[in-house]
């Protein structure tokens, strides 16, 4: 069930973690504190504000992404008139190669991977990408970028960003 309401859940991935344990190969199933505090906060997230919009195509749409040590996320909102709304939250656990990346690269991973999930939405449309980590903007500047950043943000400046 929560497969389906994560993207109704900011960051859900991270959330959920303590849960996920339980449900690893040769994991021993105890329900402690950690468990039960994780089902609460997911229960309590899936009954409270910020209330959700339908998207509306005519205006411009934000992304906004962010990484951490062991999840990444991002949520697609517009601005209405009575201010700005989320449309929809992803996010993921990072694998055990992605955590030992820097965190310019755990960022960069963040976007793109919130751009990507998102193409539904985005796909022929204006968006605002924003990001809490500065040097993302340095890196779109590059011109020859090599690694795992040679995919980067500017791979996504194709005209419906900015």
């Known amino acids: 069930m929560l497969g389906w309401y994560a993207r109704f859940i900011p960051n859900d991935a991270e959330m959920k973690l303590p849960l996920l344990k339980l449900t690893k190969k040769n994991a021993e199933w105890i329900w402690a504190d950690e468990q039960q505090q994780a089902f ?3 229960k309590k997230a ?42 929809v939250y992803v996010s993921r656990v990072l694998t055990s190669a992605e955590r030992n990346y820097t965190t310019s690269e755990k960022e960069c991973l963040a976007l793109l991977w919130t751009i990507r999930k998102l193409r539904p939405y985005l796909e022929g449309y204006k968006f605002i990408a ?15 970028p090599t690694g795992r950043l040679a995919d980067g943000p500017w791979r996504c400046n194709n005209g419906s960003s900015r």
Do not use: M, W
């Open 130 to 144: 924003v990001t809490d980590h500065s040097a993302l903007q340095y890196l779109r500047n590059l011109k020859d």
């Open 40 to 42: 609460e906060a997911l």
């Open 46 to 87: 899936l009954t409270e504000a910020p209330v959700l919009r339908r998207p509306d195509f005519a205006r411009p749409f934000i992304v906004q992404c962010d990484a951490s040590a062991l999840a990444i996320g991002g949520v697609l909102s517009q601005v209405f008139d009575d201010g700005e709304h989320p449309i």
